[in-house]
């Protein structure tokens, strides 16, 4: 997919989760689609106590997808276990898709387009010629 | 040299690509209960498909971006499932009646039964999207395709009473001569029906997905407008063709249009054996190419909407969430067919239903065109928002009166 | 500061919490979490911090933003959008005293920022 380069920018830049992190396209570093991001980790925070005065604000600290469509339209949380990681080191450029650093089939988040890959794409004849 | 046969090649390709098995019935039904009273429909159809293929070509061709993913980033989870829910059914259903549409054709070459053809249809249809190359696929299909102007030259062989014809098309609210009295909800209904063929939903992932398919870019945006603006209008003529031979022929004896030996009626009048041979290849290509555009449409929404890699352009184990999900959604198609559902039923309730999905895919179409983050300087120009307002208001008219109107009349009966 | 054991907190946490004023008056919901982004010398966006939380008076949903951004065209939707979403605002993180699985709770004296990205 070709993502459009903006202009450069100021750096530091603000944006909004919802606005232009969420439910973005991630491409990896050879812009094969990987996922879409379905929520954001975050560094320390700390629930249920007070907050004292001057605490550093938290960070992104990784990408996540996994089951989290239906908990975000529903409500409720996926038990952490369960979600899919990218760490927000591996991100590369942030702009309409946001792209890796790293290739794709290194993830853990890849492995059902892997599975159906090699168990049945793979297995019928002319799955892995090139088209063009 | 090449360049204008590039040219003339986009433009034939996108005149015998418009029409469908969702056209070619509902004009055929239409010229033979209101002859061309609804002619001024395929006009705004015609006009709207232009608006809308191009908004969304360009938006690919700028943004890199196809409709499926733009959906789910602009309107979020919650908005985009549903949207994805409703487009994908409605999509399935005209993948059905399109596979069904290329079955009943090969029957008519034939006279062997459909339901012989349907799963060889269905299967060639996956073969084609398997390993045949993106652009070999449409230029062979539209080409082809183009053979359906025999429609247009049956309806002059014909020997119409034009003026008869043109006081229908230019006096909508009379019934025309001959024609067995309809009602006004029955009128409307219809009206529907021919704007969700026109305007087909499927059309505009496949014409967002294929301009990221094949690496447009800012350049291609000419040709494209070209292909557009000169291809649909004259693919619209041809639809007027089909209803106005309908008109000339099937309304004067009230003949019903039940399957597609009465779509091909009037150029059996005109031109005999000859003439029906031209129009079935027509009929097997058109329908078998909109067959491979619902395909990868069904392919092109669920993989863009989930994040998945997709596309013909990449080797089939590097897609392969993308090639399963068009696979299974074949053999849904043809597992409905095997019910023994009448492959022109189904067509008929799908282009109803395409007129109902329709707001899902325009307005975010419509959003994203103006939003510079995507589209840096190429946002919409105040010409083109204001027709993009007005055809919103258009769809969004034809989406909530399709349901009521359809209790009312009995779907049109 | 101490992260709650074993807990991962992930934005979906924050979002569409009640966000309450130190005396428990509830000011709206969060509808969006606002990020600094910190380019590092190869161009990738190491630091991503949380500035802050957009409160929407009324509705945690937000169609496409548009009463955040500068798009304005077609202009009856973006319109109507702004009219829906007024009254939006920003709290900074300096401003959070406390975030609990229900609500929000802002230190008194905490200062309501413009919206607008």
């Known amino acids: 997919m070709i993502a459009r380069r903006q202009q450069a920018g100021a750096n530091p830049r603000r944006i909004d989760a919802r606005l232009s992190l969420l439910d973005r396209q991630v491409l990896d570093a050879d812009r094969v689609p990987v996922q879409v991001v379905g929520d954001l980790e975050l560094s320390h925070v700390s629930l249920d106590h007070p907050i004292p005065p001057g605490t550093p604000a938290p960070v992104i600290t990784a990408l996540l997808s996994g089951p989290v469509l239906a908990t975000r339209i529903f409500g409720g949380r996926p038990p952490t276990s369960r979600l899919h990681r990218i760490d927000w080191a591996d991100v590369a450029e942030i702009d309409v898709a946001l792209s890796l650093s790293v290739r794709g089939d290194t993830l853990d988040v890849t492995w059902v387009e892997r599975w159906v890959s090699e168990h049945i794409i793979g297995r019928i004849p002319g799955g892995h010629s090139d088209p063009q | 040299m090449n360049k204008l046969l590039g040219l003339a090649l986009g433009v034939l390709t996108a005149i015998g690509g418009f029409l469908d098995i969702g056209d070619l019935v509902t004009n055929s039904v239409v010229g033979s209960r209101f002859g061309l009273t609804l002619g001024w429909v395929v006009i705004v159809g015609v006009v709207g498909i232009c608006l809308f293929a191009q908004m969304s070509g360009r938006v690919a061709a700028v943004s890199g971006r196809a409709t499926f993913e733009i959906i789910r ?233 989930f994040g998945w890699s997709w596309g013909k352009f990449r080797k089939p184990a590097q897609a392969a969430r993308f090639h399963i999900a068009m696979i299974i959604c074949l053999l849904i198609g043809l597992g409905v067919l095997a019910t023994g559902v009448d492959p022109v039923a189904v067509t008929e309730f799908s282009v109803v239903f395409s007129a109902i999905a329709l707001p899902l895919t325009y307005l975010p179409i419509l959003l994203v065109a103006n939003d510079p983050q995507y589209m840096g300087k190429y946002v919409n120009g105040r010409v083109t928002n204001a027709f993009g307002m007005v055809y919103l208001v258009i769809i969004l008219v034809a989406s909530l009166a399709a349901i009521p109107l359809m209790i009312i009349t009995g779907a049109g009966a | 500061m101490v992260e ?114």
């Open chain 3, 4 to 117: 709650s054991p074993g807990v991962t907190v992930i934005l979906s946490d924050l979002l569409h919490l009640p966000i309450r004023d130190d005396s428990g008056r509830t000011l709206g919901v969060a509808a969006d979490a606002r990020f600094e982004i910190t380019d590092d010398d190869s161009g990738r966006p190491a630091h991503a911090r949380l500035i802050g939380l957009v409160v929407s008076r009324r509705h945690a949903g937000s169609f496409a933003g548009y009463e955040r951004t500068s798009v304005t065209a077609p202009w009856p939707i973006a319109r109507y959008l702004r009219w829906r979403h007024r009254g939006s605002f920003l709290v900074l993180w300096e401003d959070i005293a406390e975030i609990s699985p229900q609500a929000v709770r802002l230190r008194s004296g905490y200062g309501r920022h413009p919206a607008q990205l």
């Open chain 2, 73 to 305: 980033e602009r309107l979020g989870p919650r908005a985009g499932v549903a949207n994805l829910a409703a487009s994908f059914l409605i999509n399935l259903m005209t993948l059905t009646a399109e596979v069904g549409g290329v079955a009943l054709a090969l029957q008519l070459a034939s006279s062997i039964e459909p339901w012989l053809w349907m799963p060889v249809a269905a299967f060639a249809v996956w073969l084609v999207v398997w390993r045949v190359k993106f652009s070999i696929m449409e230029n062979v299909t539209g080409l082809l395709g183009l053979t359906l102007i025999v429609f247009a030259v049956a309806l002059f062989l014909l020997h119409p009473d034009w003026m008869q014809l043109a006081t229908q098309a230019f006096q909508p609210s009379v019934a025309p001569a001959g024609a067995v009295p309809e009602a006004g909800t029955t009128y409307w209904y219809y009206a529907i029906a021919l704007f969700g063929a026109a305007m087909t939903p499927y059309e505009v992932f496949f014409f967002s997905s294929g301009a990221v398919e094949e690496k447009w870019s800012i350049k291609d945006l000419g040709e494209s407008r070209l292909n557009v603006l000169v291809g649909f209008p004259l693919g619209g003529i041809l639809s007027l063709a089909i209803a106005a031979g309908a008109a000339v022929v099937l309304l004067p004896k009230q003949i019903a249009v039940t399957s597609l030996s009465q779509v091909v009626l009037p150029v059996a009048e005109a031109g005999g054996k000859l003439a029906i041979a031209f129009v079935l290849v027509g009929i097997v290509a058109a329908t078998f190419g909109a067959a491979l555009e619902t395909t990868l449409s069904s392919g092109y929404t669920l993989a863009q909407f």
